[in-house]
């Protein structure tokens, strides 16, 4: 009886042995994740949008993580329309009709034993029925409501351009030292005299 038990003890003892964890290892050799660029997406209020936030690694054991204005968007804070998925070697923020509030910058981290990296991405959102009272058909510009004006960032004053031919959305009139979408970026005193001119008000 003795050397059955002893055979079971050996047995199960080989079987805890193959379950080590090994496979969590980096295969040798392979390089540090890398992300994609993310696209922007400019879209009306109602309407459904998807990021997508993919690398080429090999390594399967990689963590995903999303922010939005610097914020992580996890279980516990994300809006009720925010679904994240992770798929092998991706992973992808859906946003099921979409309000003026998921307006903002996305940032998607990826997380390994082997480096992280991270990629970015605006999301525009306007209201559908936002429509031109201009009689000339030209494009002009609103100044936001209040709830809104954190749009843009770095003291960047915020506008919604409203044209007849196309849906409504935001643009910033950034500082000199800034440019981007939102202001968010840092640009030198040398360049300013290239940066792209922004629409102004009517007179």
Known sequence: ????????????????????GQKTAPPEGAAPPRLKEMENKNSTAGSRLVLRCETSSEYSSLKFKWFKNGSELSRKNKPQNVKIQKKP????????????????????????????????????IVESNATSTSTAGTSHLVKCAEKDKTFCVNGGECFIVKD???????????????????????????????????????E
Do not use: H
């Open 164 to 202: 007849p031919s196309n849906p409504s959305r935001y643009s910033c009139k950034c500082p000199n030292e800034f440019t981007g979408d939102r202001c968010q970026n840092y640009v030198m005193a040398s360049f300013y005299s290239t940066s792209t001119p922004f629409l102004s008000l009517p």
């Open 1 to 20: 009886m003795s050397e059955k038990k002893d055979g079971k003890a050996r047995g199960r003892g080989k079987k805890k042995e193959r379950g080590s």
């Open 89 to 124: 070697g991706k992973s992808e923020l859906r946003i099921n009709k979409a309000t003026i509030a998921d307006s903002g910058e996305y940032m998607c981290k990826v997380i390994s034993k082997l480096g992280n990296d991270s990629a970015y991405a605006n999301i525009t």
